[in-house]
């Protein structure tokens, strides 16, 4: 079976205060890394490859290392293979030359007492009395940097135990450790680097003390766009705060929808391809791209909250493909005709597909990919956008009656409709649920109030023809685009001059699909 998870993170380390700056927590993804300030519990305060952050490294070390080992200082050792650097982080600079040395020659004491650990180190972090563990499969060491010596080896599961938390997901091994600056806390990553354990660093009582959680809810990701041009499946990938690129690639052309996908590492992107069409899997900040297949002419896009499945619409087959984001493997539904958009409710059990069918919107339980019911009325659906609390469906109609259907999810008969002036073409709910953005080939974004069934006032753009939008995650920011711009917007929701643009660099076609959400870069 193919796997098509992505990993977390491959290495962390940490840093203490050093003059104006404050103690800082570095997670590292291959040629990527994130720095967070180590007291706050905040997005990062940069993300960048490691050639622009610490470009005095060996050149080999710029795709990706194994491991990194923090110190009570700036000085921080990185590890690839059986070889090491040790890295001065405030300085910039290697400490002692720059030339990759072999790990038993800058820790001498592993060769007699552990020399399995000079081929090459998982993990390692700074212990509260400043000596070091190095951590490798199942195994750790305590190392003295002053006498190159260990003073102290064995194993995760003998040695760190913890009777309140037996079966630690950490005991068989780690694939990053770091301490917290100044305390005796530290964190050990476990192997799918996506959660953590807390655990006590002191030498004498080092051992797990707590259960395995959630890296990002400790070290939250930032937030980010990615916008995908509907006419030749160009991508790119934006901070959605500071506009700061982070990738752009090539999809296939014909591309109907993008997502970034719940756990913060890809962007889905479905695109028709020739034959059967795609759904392309973009990692952000590696850059590699993955395709599966989709069905024929893929177009819109959702993914569930526990990042299991993605579902597809497939508006010429009259179905849609839920399709296994662990696998690949694509299962096909008959929603009824013309299915366009699909959103994914908040908990993942259900998703909803807009279509041409008696009623228009499908509702498809997760569990068994079939349609449990149906309602919406008989108006014709096309794009769709579902409040953050479940409640309320929005959606689309096409050309001509250039309206937005007001549906409660659990309701049934005709929705009210609200008039958006031209062709709705994207939409997007506010945070706190209570308002509908509309993209609407226009010179504004219409704005609709899902309580009261109204429209509220429109927010003027800079370009006609809008015909995406998104909104920020504190919900006080649009993002815009429209036919043949060559940027995207940011605009202040409650109307007013933009605030920036990210400048795309070429002019998109007459479609654009935009998606914001926390992602890790």
Request: aromatic share 8%; with cysteine; net charge negative.
């Amino acid at each position: 079976m193919t796997d098509l998870t992505p990993n977390g993170i491959d290495a962390a380390f940490s840093v203490p205060d050093s003059g104006d700056a404050p103690a800082a927590v570095y997670m590292i993804r291959g040629g990527w890394a994130v720095h967070h300030d180590a007291a706050a519990t905040a997005p990062p305060r940069r993300g960048n490859t490691l050639r622009e952050l610490w470009p005095q490294l060996p050149p080999t070390y710029f795709s990706g290392i194994d491991a990194t080992c923090s110190t009570d200082t700036q000085h921080v050792y990185f590890f690839k293979g059986s070889t090491c650097v040790l890295y001065d982080i405030a300085e910039n600079r290697p400490v002692g030359g720059g030339t990759p040395a072999q790990i038993g020659d800058r820790l001498p004491g592993l060769r007699t007492s552990a020399p399995d650990f000079t081929q090459g180190v998982d993990a390692g972090m700074a212990a509260s009395d400043g000596t070091v563990y190095l951590f490798r499969g199942g195994q750790f060491v305590n190392y003295d940097l002053e006498t190159n010596r260990v003073l102290e080896q064995g194993t995760l599961e003998k040695d760190w135990a913890n009777d309140a938390f037996p079966g630690s997901e950490v005991y068989g091994g780690v694939v990053a450790a770091f301490n917290h600056p100044a305390t005796r806390n530290g964190y050990l990553v476990p192997p799918g680097g996506k959660r953590y354990v807390e655990c006590d660093t002191d030498p004498d009582e080092h051992r797990v003390t707590s259960a395995a959680k959630t890296l990002r809810d400790r070290w939250p990701y930032r937030t980010f766009l990615s916008v995908l041009d509907g006419r030749d499946g160009r991508l790119w990938v934006f901070d959605a705060d500071g506009g700061q690129p982070i990738r752009q690639t090539q999809t296939s052309p014909e591309a109907g929808g993008a997502v970034i996908s719940p756990d913060g590492f890809r962007v889905l992107a479905t695109a028709k391809g020739e034959g059967e069409g795609s759904l392309s899997l973009l990692d952000i900040t590696s850059g590699s791209l993955r395709t599966v297949g989709a069905g024929v002419w893929p177009y819109r896009v959702a993914a569930l909250s526990d990042g299991s499945a993605a579902y597809v619409t497939n508006p010429t087959r009259d179905t849609a493909h839920a399709i296994d984001l662990v696998t690949g493997a694509a299962r096909a539904i008959d929603v009824g005709r013309a299915p366009e958009g699909v959103v994914a409710s908040p908990d993942g059990t259900r998703v909803y597909v807009a279509t041409d069918g008696d009623p228009v919107v499908a509702v498809v339980d997760t569990a068994t990919n079939t349609v449990v019911r149906r309602f919406g009325g008989t108006i014709t659906a096309r794009c769709a956008a579902l409040t953050p609390d479940g409640e309320v469906l929005c959606f689309g109609t096409p050309n001509g009656v250039d309206r937005v259907a007001v549906a409660r999810t659990g309701g049934t008969g005709e929705p009210p409709l609200v008039g958006v002036g031209q062709t709705p073409e994207q939409l997007a709910a506010s945070p706190d649920s209570l308002l509908v953005y509309v993209a609407n080939r226009g010179h504004e974004v219409k704005v609709i109030d899902v309580q009261a069934v109204r429209e509220v006032g429109p927010v003027r753009t800079p370009r006609d023809r809008t015909n995406a939008v998104a909104v920020s995650l504190d919900g006080q920011h649009l993002y815009v685009t429209s036919e043949n711009a060559d940027s995207v917007q940011k605009l202040p929701a409650s109307g007013g001059d933009p605030v920036t643009e990210f400048a795309l660099g070429a002019s998109l076609g007459n479609d654009a699909f935009l998606s914001v959400a926390p992602a890790w870069g």
